[in-house]
């Protein structure tokens, strides 16, 4: 059996997957629909991305404007902090590598995307994309309306941003529709924190940035697919007219100190989120080791290691790809594309690309805390009903990961 064939017998297998979670409320009837239109939506929209000249060169293009972002930043960064921030050392380096300090030469183009991010909405650019998305979502699965605007823009902002730009709409928003909207937020990775980990992956996979655009977008169907077969809306239910954009900013310099403001707030919440998971993480290590002879990451390794063969990844190759996906599983993606530049020329091309899309995620722990908490916030009257989806849309966006990663791994040869 080829590895192609693998990896498309596993994107059903986690379609099925995700189907027999959801019926744990009673039996049901296949949607065969649904899955027949949500994995063909997916293998179609990677094909596009992976095989078709125009937009290979304009993800390619995608790349070449990370690099000139992380130079600038790091302009800005060597005028902040000296040699801490990128500036000449003053010191003779005795080991290589060993000045890289991540807070203050990665983790600050952070606040360059976000100002920019913030310009490139105000400007009309970011909206039209997202609606362009959005069209996509309400022809494949019928999802129209706040659901479908904030699904799109999932792909290209964060994931409590984006609820944010149908605020209005939130509390009247279906179970399953806000099932949807948070499903979407756990599968997919903002624009910040993607130009952080292309930067990251540069060395180890082939035009880093143009790959974690790709994977984020179809990541946005996959998220969808695995919301309605989890928690299928109610018969009946009718779908809201697509929304306009909202105006967020009345001028381009508003735009960017508001969008350098909550650039600093993802910031100083990534450096937080580092600092405490693996301070967590390093605890619970310190009590299982002498009691059970493991690691935390070991046993999320274990977990995972069916789930990376059946992304397509085989032989030895999978013992680090389970390794990787048990990191994001219970640390988060930030530390497992850090591993992942450390020990990804080891492994094949085709593996690097399929883990790059499966890790392009915020599915984990922490940013179930940070979703709920942020929706709750939004929409302070169903706090209780967002708290109980927390844990199950953490399980559907970590499914709909899996499924990007063995959908790219369907297209690629062995």
Request: with cysteine; aromatic share 6%.
């Amino acid at each position: 059996m080829t590895t192609q064939l693998v990896s498309a017998l596993g994107l059903f297998a986690f379609a099925a997957l995700a189907w027999g979670f959801g019926r744990v409320r009673g039996p049901a009837a296949v949607p065969w629909r649904l899955i027949l239109v949500g994995l063909a939506v997916q293998l179609a929209l990677a094909a596009l991305l992976l095989w078709l000249p125009p937009v290979r060169a304009a993800l390619g293009a995608i790349g070449s404007a990370v690099d000139a972002l992380a130079r600038a930043t790091e302009a800005g960064t060597a005028l902040v902090f000296g040699y801490l921030g990128g500036a000449p050392l003053p010191f003779a380096e005795t080991g290589p590598g060993s000045s890289f300090i991540l807070a203050f030469r990665a983790l600050p183009l952070i606040l360059v995307v976000g100002a920019l991010s913030a310009l490139l909405y105000h400007l009309g650019v970011l909206p039209l994309a997202v609606r362009g998305m959005a069209v996509l979502l309400a022809r494949g699965f019928n999802l129209g309306g706040a659901a479908g605007f904030a699904t799109a823009a999932n792909v290209f902002v964060g994931m409590i941003e984006a609820p944010l730009l149908v605020r209005p709409w939130l509390a009247g928003l279906s179970r399953a529709d806000l099932f949807v909207v948070m499903t979407a937020g756990l599968a997919t990775i903002s624009g910040n924190t993607l130009a952080v980990y292309s930067v990251f992956l540069r060395d180890v996979l082939p035009d880093a940035a143009g790959q974690l655009v790709a994977a984020s977008l179809v990541s946005a169907p996959a998220a969808v697919l695995v919301a309605r077969l989890m928690l299928p809306p109610d018969p009946g239910s009718s779908e809201a007219e697509a929304l306009p954009p909202p105006r967020l900013y009345a001028g381009a310099m508003e735009a960017v100190a508001r969008g350098t403001a909550d650039g600093l707030a993802i910031l100083l919440g990534v450096i937080a989120a580092l600092v405490v998971f693996v301070a967590l993480v390093a605890l619970i290590n310190a009590a299982l080791v002498p009691i059970a002879g493991v690691t935390l990451e070991k046993i999320a390794a274990w977990l995972m290691r069916p789930v990376a063969l059946a992304m397509g990844i085989g032989g030895a190759e999978a013992a680090e790809a389970s390794r990787l996906l048990g990191l994001k599983l219970v640390i988060n993606e930030f530390v497992a594309y850090l591993d992942f530049a450390r020990s990804g020329a080891v492994l094949s091309e085709r593996t690097r690309i399929i883990l790059a899309w499966a890790l392009c995620g915020f599915a984990n722990p922490g940013s179930m805390g940070i979703i709920v908490g942020g929706l709750g916030a939004l929409v302070p009257e169903r706090r209780g009903e967002i708290a109980t989806l927390g844990p199950a849309a953490t399980l559907a966006g970590t499914l709909a990961c899996c499924m990007t990663g063995a959908a790219v791994g369907a297209l690629l040869p062995g």
